[in-house]
């Protein structure tokens, strides 16, 4: 029976915690705990290594998914441009772990335990194991948390006082930059013009545009259980 290209992704696409997703899910367990426990617990030269390492998975998964459209002729300006929230993370967090600059380890905490983890849980993938994608998907978000809880957690390089605005901020300028690239693709990124076919956040919380508002409205509390969870970390580090 031939069947559509749309009736294929449907049925190869990776199902919301099949055997796949969760081993995916408790690999993305392992890695985001355990250099934690050891960072607190054995601090030392490992670490600037694990952050290296870390941030050369994350950036060959995230380049690797271009170089693999481009080498099958799929890429196209229209899905292929790096304007996805995703592709923001992924080089923030290369650039976090190689630099831990604090803007950059701001960004990279609440993006990741944000939008990354809705990722991870709601993938939107249209592959399944052993494909190709699904180690390039999985390799950057599940890097991207990883990355996000070994600098604010193993390395205790808590987001600053305010920091949520400022992330509020850089993301709002990215998705204008991520609308006007739409109006010239016809593109769809950061999900502006229409919700993802995946089970998400996205498809509980109103029909466009009015879901892009409501995204906005919900992140500030998001933003701010985290920042608020940093805030009581940095003060319990000065106490003790």
Same mark, same amino acid.
């Given at each position: 029976?031939?069947? !559509?290209?749309? #009736?294929?992704?449907?049925? %190869? !696409? ?8 969760l081993?995916? @899910? ?5 890695? +985001?705990? $355990? ?9 030392? %030269? ?5 952050s290296?390492a ?8 995230w380049?690797? #998914? ?11 300006? #229209? ?8 592709d923001?993370?992924? $080089?923030?967090?290369?650039? =976090? ?27 939107d993938?249209? #592959? ?6 699904y180690? &390039?998907?999985?390799? *950057? ?6 990355? +996000? ?8 390089? *808590?987001?600053?006082?305010? =920091? /949520? ?6 993301t709002l300028?990215? $998705?204008?930059? $991520?609308?006007? +690239? ?7 990124? /950061? ?23 409501? &995204? ?7 933003l701010?259980? @985290?920042? @608020?969870?940093? %805030? =009581?970390?940095r ?6």
């Amino acid at each position: 029976m031939i069947t !559509s290209p749309r #009736e294929r992704r449907r049925r %190869d !696409s990776l199902r919301q915690f099949s055997q796949a997703h969760l081993v995916a @899910l408790a690999v993305l367990v392992v890695t +985001a705990t $355990a250099p934690v426990v050891a960072a607190r617990r054995h601090p030392g %030269d490992w670490m600037p290594v694990w952050s290296v390492a870390l941030a050369c998975v994350i950036a060959s998964s995230w380049v690797g #998914e271009y170089v693999i459209a481009a080498a099958r002729g799929t890429w196209s300006a #229209e899905y292929g441009l790096p304007l996805q929230l995703t592709d923001a993370v992924s $080089a923030v967090a290369v650039l =976090a772990l190689l630099t831990r600059r604090a803007l950059l380890v701001e960004l990279l905490y609440f993006w990741s335990l944000t939008a990354s983890l809705q990722a991870l849980l709601t993938p939107d993938l249209g #592959e399944t194991f052993p494909n190709v994608y699904y180690f &390039t998907y999985f390799g *950057y978000h599940i890097g991207a948390v990883a990355a +996000a809880s070994f600098l604010v957690f193993g390395w205790r390089l *808590y987001p600053r006082a305010g =920091a /949520m605005w400022r992330v509020l901020a850089v993301t709002l300028a990215f $998705a204008a930059v $991520a609308a006007v +690239a739409n109006l010239l693709t016809g593109g769809n990124y /950061m999900y502006l013009r229409a919700k993802p076919v995946h089970n998400s956040l996205l498809n509980v919380i109103g029909p466009w545009p009015w879901y892009i508002a409501a &995204t906005v409205v919900l992140a500030v509390p998001m933003l701010l259980v @985290l920042q @608020l969870l940093a %805030d =009581a970390l940095r003060g319990r580090e000065r106490v003790a």
